[in-house]
């Protein structure tokens, strides 16, 4: 997909990535809390599952947003190869469901609004 924008949008400049990080939790059930970073450093988030899985909540914390507040939740498995992105301006939580979970969590710049 971002192949065809290059071709279809010849000045786009993608977002650059901030941090690439591997997580590996232990033991099903861990909860990672809710985060997330506003104004200035707000950042993109892609979730990928290497091993296991999680079950992962978002929420709009955008206050000029229609679904401010607005609940999503997703369970994500690496037997789908599911990625998900989770955009600036909301806030995320996960609940590992399975032991030894591996994920790569890719936080990058905003892309313009």
Same mark, same amino acid.
């Given at each position: 997909?971002?192949?065809?924008?290059?071709?279809?949008?010849?000045?786009?400049?993608?977002? !650059?990535?901030?941090?690439?990080?591997?997580?590996?939790?232990?033991?099903?059930?861990?909860?990672?809390?809710?985060?997330? !970073?506003?104004?200035?450093?707000?950042?993109?988030?892609?979730?990928?599952?290497?091993?296991? %899985?999680?079950?992962?909540?978002?929420?709009?914390?955008?206050?000029?947003?229609?679904?401010?507040?607005?609940?999503?939740?997703?369970?994500?498995? %690496?037997?789908?190869?599911?990625?998900?992105?989770?955009?600036?301006?909301?806030?995320?939580?996960? !609940?590992?469901? $399975?032991?030894?979970?591996?994920? $790569?969590?890719?936080?990058?710049?905003?892309?313009?609004?």
């Amino acid at each position: 997909m971002i192949f065809f924008a290059f071709i279809l949008m010849p000045t786009f400049k993608p977002p !650059q990535n901030k941090s690439i990080n591997l997580v590996k939790t232990k033991k099903k059930g861990t909860i990672r809390g809710f985060h997330y !970073q506003n104004n200035k450093y707000s950042e993109d988030k892609i979730l990928v599952l290497l091993e296991g %899985s999680i079950y992962d909540v978002f929420i709009n914390m955008n206050k000029k947003s229609k679904n401010y507040l607005k609940v999503f939740k997703k369970k994500i498995t %690496s037997k789908k190869n599911e990625i998900i992105l989770i955009p600036r301006g909301y806030a995320n939580a996960y !609940q590992v469901l $399975e032991n030894n979970t591996k994920m $790569e969590c890719v936080t990058r710049e905003a892309a313009p609004a």
